[in-house]
């Protein structure tokens, strides 16, 4: 039995390394092999429906990119396929293996550790000229390479304004700033200017100018190529400096961007789904892809932990088909507890954001409905913004009021406290009203629904008299003169109808005021029950239905 063959066929019987490997961490995720094969499955079926249905897999001449290989598991997957689909085309099957190796399957690695990997899954071998490697062609020319490369990258430092005296890689003695960003990434050099015993985290594929002609110096002027698939780092890890702490920037959809910039027949990539109705910094983003018609398949999974399992990505994670050719509405499919819901073909911007369930659409079309010449009125713009009276999170107020000239009861992490009212940095005439005060966390990590399908949304909902103010730790909801409204408008809160509109904003733990853009701001002169709500929206049974399944009951105490 031959080299190439051995190592092909065996791989079936033994156990597969790459569905037991574990992460590196939750923003550079391995993908696992059964998840890429759905996922090779929506190529193939594209690319049929597009070719007269032609199999991708019996074509020698496609071309496939994994720009940001980390366990190999796209490109092994594919070369698997491509064997299989080969066979009458190319009969010997250690030629097959070498045309598809040296002609067909490529990758970019994103550190050298992952390239490692990636080249062992594909060609049974770190080094793609060893003796162990299936690659015929490669062990000829010595290209230890093979067909994943990776070169270390560094960031590229502007904006700095700190300076200090340091030595280069000579020891000769220079001045550099400290404080920059990379004009590619983002990244703060204070974070990731760290001296070449660690990684960067400069990805290649990000940190060029025009990625195109540079990936021609990479692979050869002539490549093109057809599918561009992976599942790229999530973010970089950035530390905020005094108050503000550490926080995560996303960085997937530089990838998404720099994938499209290729100009292939297909992108298909996995991302967190937080750019559907939010993210740090992913407004831009979200409306380029929103308004992409090119987006032929869109499938998502709420909860991450389906796909990457002991992963816990907020707001869960999808993948996307962009087809450089289609120009029509997108089919979106929501996966929950291992059962797909119902596909529709639909636009995605329709609304401001992506609204993840298709069961949600005609609830949303009745709610936001109005009579001509009339705009919807949300209760988006009664939501205080975070901190609404600029006092953070870890302020502790006094015991007591003991001594204090005009005391205000302040609502605070943990409990209460007692605060001067001339201490109030913002909104002090609020103090003097009735206030609904609303915790800024939901109650569900990441907005995501628990082990029976169902959410809360809310963590707590408090009627704060005249006399008193928060933390940060809420948000005001809503302003009243009377107790009766306040009490009327808490009690509307808690109804499953809002916090169901609440949730399909919602992809993260925090809420803010344009979560309740979809909320209608209605007139608080009485009792709004869920029954009242329904009858007034004209809602079917069946949309009734949908939205009692998901949401849970939250009683008047809370």
């Known amino acids: 039995m031959s080299q190439a063959r051995a190592d092909f066929v065996l791989r079936g019987r033994n156990p597969d390394v790459l569905t037991c490997i574990a992460n590196l961490s939750n923003d550079e995720v391995f993908t696992p092999p059964e998840f890429a094969n759905k996922i090779l499955d929506t190529v193939a079926e594209a690319w049929s429906a597009g070719h007269e249905n032609a199999n991708i897999w019996a074509d020698p001449n496609v071309t496939f990119l994994d720009p940001v290989a980390k366990s190999g598991v796209f490109l092994r997957e594919i070369t698997s396929r491509l064997i299989d689909g080969l066979k009458d085309q190319i009969p010997n099957l250690d030629q097959r293996v070498d045309h598809i190796l040296t002609k067909q399957v490529f990758g970019i690695g994103i550190t050298k550790l992952t390239t490692y990997l990636a080249r062992r899954s594909l ?69 990731y200017d760290r001296g070449h015993q660690l990684e960067t985290h400069a990805y290649k594929f990000i940190h060029v100018d025009e990625v195109k002609s540079q990936f021609k110096e990479i692979f050869g002027d002539n490549m093109q190529f057809d599918v561009v698939i992976g599942n790229p780092p999530y973010q970089l890890g950035q530390s905020g400096g005094d108050a503000v702490g550490s926080f995560a920037m996303p960085i997937y959809q530089k990838f998404v961007d720099a994938a499209k910039a290729l100009e292939p027949r297909y992108v298909i990539m996995v991302t967190p789904s937080r750019w559907f109705a939010g993210g740090r910094g992913l407004e831009e983003f979200r409306q380029t892809m929103l308004s992409d018609r090119r987006i032929r398949i869109l499938v998502d999974y709420p909860d991450s ?80 913004p975070i901190q609404p009276f600029s006092i953070r999170t870890n302020f502790r107020g006094a015991e007591s009021k003991k001594g204090m000239v005009a005391p205000v009861l302040i609502y605070q992490n943990g409990g209460t406290g007692w605060i001067e009212r001339k201490a109030i940095p913002r909104n002090v005439e609020w103090v003097d009203q009735w206030k609904v005060f609303l915790s800024g966390t939901a109650s569900e990590h990441g907005g995501q629904a628990d082990s029976t399908g169902t959410r809360r949304v809310f963590s707590r909902i408090l009627i704060g008299e005249p006399g008193t103010a928060c933390t940060e730790t ?68 069946e949309e009734i239905s949908y939205i009692e399944s998901s949401m849970k009951p939250m009683e008047a105490d809370t």
Request: proline fraction near 3%.
């Open 305 to 384: 932990r389906e796909v990457f399992g002991g992963v816990d990505i907020a707001g869960g994670i999808s993948y996307f088909l962009w087809d450089s050719s289609w120009n029509d509405t997108c089919q979106v499919t929501t996966v929950s507890g291992g059962i797909a819901g119902p596909t529709m073909r639909r636009h995605l911007d329709e609304y401001d954001i992506l609204v993840r369930y298709n069961d949600a659409v005609s609830i949303l079309h009745r709610v936001l409905a109005t009579p001509k010449g009339n705009t919807f009125e949300s209760l988006a713009n009664q939501v205080s």
């Open 123 to 191: 060609y049974c071998s770190k080094d793609a000229a060893s003796e162990y490697s299936v690659a015929a062609s490669f062990r000829k020319t010595k290209k230890s390479d093979g067909n994943i490369w990776f070169e270390r990258t560094e960031h590229t430092w502007v904006g700095g304004t700190e300076w200090v005296l340091t030595a280069d890689e000579h020891g000769n003695q220079v001045e550099k700033f400290t404080n920059g960003k990379c004009k590619y990434c983002g990244a703060n050099q204070r974070d």
């Open 474 to 541: 809420y948000l005001v909801a809503n302003r009243f003169p009377t107790e009766a409204e306040a009490i009327n408008f808490a009690a509307y809160l808690r109804t499953k109808f809002v916090r169901f509109l609440v949730s399909l904003r919602t992809n993260t733990q925090h809420l803010y005021s344009e979560r309740f853009a979809f909320v209608p701001d209605l007139p608080m002169d009485r009792t709004w029950a869920d029954d009242d709500l329904y009858a007034k929206y004209s809602l079917t049974p």
